[in-house]
């Protein structure tokens, strides 16, 4: 017998569709084995394939999923998962979103088409020790580099310096289980209207460079407002497809708003014994 599963795929950080980072929402009514839901990520072949399981109307459980392995934290496809939930549901305000990792998190719709996720913040930290694989990687050298749960931070003064790096991938796989993201202040990149600019880079967990990170952001956003006195901050993540984020610092806790675009609506049919 085949299991039929709804598949939605979203465009999220963007208010266009091919841009952003695409994610897939897989609505599920209970926990799929693990193996079956990474053969599925790597199917999708996107930065994140989003599981979720409804508790109650208006709080979800989720899972994401790399097309290499589980991921502890993802904000985009979070996104991409309420823009869904608030389509079925087009009276829910506010969504709970469960984790095995950070919590409880919630996404406020926006009202302006902004959806507003209130995520734990989540500030990098300066280490004693950097890899030397980290600084071979880097054809630029970095003036600070700090880490968090998640991933190494490499600082630069300019934002040319991060949109034109080419990082040595092979070297930064070598990191893992941390992810690389570097970053500088936006200058006059964009006409002056971002405070920073970001590359996320993550061959060890999912893919060369991820379009746009949300989850970083529980790092940068802190970071920057420190180094810049804001507790309000517009971000641009400056991958091929790019992405914006408007960001708001508050009592240990960062506010990342973001637009999403549905792209895709389908099935997955999944044979018996699969």
């Avoid at 790399?66 to 549901?89: K, M, N, Y």
């Avoid at 990098?124 to 694989?133: F, S």
């Avoid at 310096?161 to 990149?189: E, R, S």
Wanted: net charge negative; charged share 15%.
């Amino acid at each position: 017998m085949t299991q039929t599963l709804a598949i939605y795929q979203v465009d999220a950080f963007t208010d266009q569709l091919f841009g952003g980072n695409a994610a897939a929402v897989v609505p599920v009514t209970h926990w799929l084995p693990d193996a079956m839901m990474l053969q599925i990520a790597a199917e999708n072949n996107l930065s994140e394939t989003a599981f979720v399981r409804e508790v109650v109307p208006g709080h979800v459980e989720i899972r994401w999923f790399s097309p290499l392995t589980e991921i502890d934290f993802c904000g985009h496809a979070t996104l991409a998962s309420a823009e869904v939930w608030f389509r079925l549901q087009p009276d829910l305000e506010c969504l709970r979103v469960s984790t095995q990792k950070v919590g409880d998190l919630t996404v406020q719709k926006g009202s302006d088409g902004w959806h507003l996720m209130d995520f734990p913040e989540r500030l990098p930290m300066p280490m004693t020790e950097v890899p030397a694989a980290l600084l071979a990687a880097l054809p630029i050298a970095p003036v600070e580099v700090l880490r968090s749960t998640q991933a190494w931070f490499v600082v630069y003064a300019e934002a040319q310096d991060v949109v034109t790096l080419t990082p040595d991938l092979a070297l930064l796989k070598q990191l893992g289980p941390y992810d690389v993201v570097v970053t500088a202040p936006a200058g006059n990149f964009g006409d002056g209207q971002y405070d920073f600019v970001s590359r996320y880079f993550w061959p060890a967990n999912g893919g060369d460079e991820d379009p746009v990170t949300g989850s970083i952001h529980a790092g940068l956003a802190p970071y920057w407002g420190a180094r810049l006195a804001k507790t309000q901050l517009l971000a641009y993540q400056a991958s091929t497809r790019g992405g914006v984020l408007r960001l708001a610092l508050s009592n240990q806790r960062v506010q990342v708003s973001g637009q999403a675009r549905l792209y895709l609506q389908g099935q997955i049919f999944i044979p018996e014994g699969a």
